[in-house]
């Protein structure tokens, strides 16, 4: 399972957080890149106003479902997009009209695109060569690339010799043997089954620990990839980033309804917000007023007004069952049972919230009927508010 608190918002994120305010010392920076296929009528916006600053060292997440832009905006850094508007930056250094071999970044895609005629040791020689890296020097990176992936035996076998796993790391390997100090990543666990990419990810995250001063932008549509290796996420929704922070704090305090249940899944109740005292609310829906945490909004945001309407945000598992002779509960009705393997969902329809499903998480296999009433009680605080979307 993954953990939300542990080991994210670390010291490295931290402090690439605030070194990446700085344009000139960021290792990446997007400076209000767009992308537009097509023309006309039928042209389409794949990603709009881009903006993002990644420090060395640090990793950054491009989360979202697909479409969202984000191999666009990947693509862009990469050089096999060329944006409509905007540049992007490498350093510092404008490379917006440089072809992607001489930007010096490494980039593996989830299709591996390796050479299939090329034995694995020319494979990951391959961007070496078109650097024109010495001969002499070229053994010892390759060895050394193919080292950092755990593949140093398999230096003489064909692509087709190998599992899809020991494929990607032989990508990988080929990124890394041009010591880039920036590296792409888009979906690269996508097309491996589910046991591999667990392994994988463990490898990745021991890679970023032995890259210590390497910028990571890593492209992925699944929220427990961008849990485990990223300092900060960017949360991409329909060509637009959506939301940037560390997880744990877009987890904890999610600033669009967007990335509430983009991120982790969340039942999002619409309320009435009532008295506010610091960063607690009181809230009224289904003719109940409960306790929440209301953020302090950031800036551009408007405050959480008494009176204003708002979603409050609950996560599944926060959520208790009960019985409904219990006089916190809320009565609910039993809609679906689905059975996750740790847990339970179940899809509660509560009659005074006539327009509104509950999903609630229990552990283990729980045993429902269907049509059945229970009770449901809320957590104190009750949950987080999140803006009505505009
Ligand atoms: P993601 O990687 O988040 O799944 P993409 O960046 O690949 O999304 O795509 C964003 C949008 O741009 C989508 O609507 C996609 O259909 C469109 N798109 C991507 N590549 C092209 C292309 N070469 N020509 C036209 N439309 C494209
Ligand atoms: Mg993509």
Same mark, same amino acid.
């Given at each position: 399972m993954t953990d939300i608190g542990v080991g994210r918002a670390g010291t490295r994120g931290? !402090? /690439? &957080?605030?070194?990446?305010?700085?344009? @000139?010392?960021?290792?990446? =920076?997007?400076?209000r890149v767009? +992308?537009?296929?097509?023309?006309?009528?039928?042209a389409t916006d794949a990603l709009v106003d881009f903006n993002l600053r990644v420090a060395a060292g640090e990793t950054v997440a491009l989360l979202g479902p697909?479409?969202?832009?984000?191999?666009?905006?990947?693509?862009?850094?990469? /050089?096999? $997009?060329?944006? &409509?508007?905007? &540049?992007?930056?490498?350093?510092?250094?404008? +490379?917006?009209d440089l072809p992607p071999a001489r930007r010096g970044i490494g980039v593996v895609l989830q299709s591996y695109a390796l050479f299939p005629h090329m034995r694995v040791a020319d494979n990951v020689a391959f961007g070496l060569k078109s650097q024109r890296v010495p001969r002499a020097e070229v053994a010892g990176r390759v060895a050394e690339a193919l080292e950092m992936v755990g593949m140093s035996d398999y /230096? *003489? *076998?064909l692509p087709r010799e190998l599992s899809g796993g020991q494929q990607q790391r032989v @990508?990988?390997?080929?990124?890394?043997?041009?010591?880039p100090g920036v590296l792409l990543l888009d979906e690269p666990l996508a097309a491996l089954d589910a046991q591999l990419r667990q392994s994988m990810l463990a490898e990745l995250q021991r890679l970023k620990e032995a890259l210590p001063d390497t910028a990571m932008l890593y492209v992925t549509h699944d929220?427990? #990839?961008?849990?485990?290796? @990223?300092d900060r996420i960017v949360v991409m929704n329909d060509a637009r980033l959506m939301d940037v922070d560390t997880a744990e704090n877009l987890w904890r305090r999610p600033p669009t309804s967007f990335t509430a249940a983009f991120l982790g899944g969340a039942n999002l109740i619409p309320c009435t917000v009532g008295r506010v005292i610091g960063t607690?609310?009181?809230?009224?829906? !289904?003719?109940? &007023?409960?306790? =929440? #945490?209301?953020?302090?909004? =950031?800036?551009?945001?408007?405050?959480?007004?008494? /009176?204003?309407?708002? %979603?409050?945000?609950?996560?599944?598992?926060?959520l208790r069952i009960l019985s409904l002779?219990?006089?916190?509960? %809320?009565? !609910?009705?039993?809609?679906? +049972? +689905?059975? *996750?393997?740790?847990? =339970? *969902?179940?899809?509660?329809? $509560?009659g005074a919230m006539p327009d509104q499903l509950l999903d609630v998480d229990v552990p283990g296999n729980a045993h429902y009927e269907i049509g059945s009433e229970v009770g449901v009680r809320f957590p104190e605080p009750a949950g987080v508010l999140v803006a009505a979307a505009s």
């Open positions: 931290a !402090a /690439g &957080t605030r070194a990446a305010q700085d344009s @000139a010392s960021a290792a990446i =920076t997007f400076d767009g +992308v537009r296929y097509g023309r006309g009528k039928k697909s479409g969202s832009g984000k191999s666009t905006a990947l693509n862009a850094l990469a /050089g096999f $997009v060329r944006p &409509t508007s905007g &540049t992007v930056r490498l350093g510092g250094r404008d +490379v917006t /230096g *003489r *076998r @990508a990988i390997a080929r990124a890394l043997a041009i010591r929220q427990a #990839e961008a849990l485990a290796l @990223a607690s609310a009181l809230v009224t829906f !289904a003719h109940k &007023t409960v306790n =929440t #945490e209301a953020p302090q909004p =950031t800036v551009g945001r408007t405050d959480w007004a008494p /009176g204003s309407r708002a %979603l409050l945000c609950v996560r599944p598992h926060a002779g219990d006089r916190d509960a %809320l009565r !609910a009705n039993v809609n679906a +049972v +689905v059975w *996750r393997g740790a847990s =339970t *969902r179940l899809v509660l329809s $509560v």
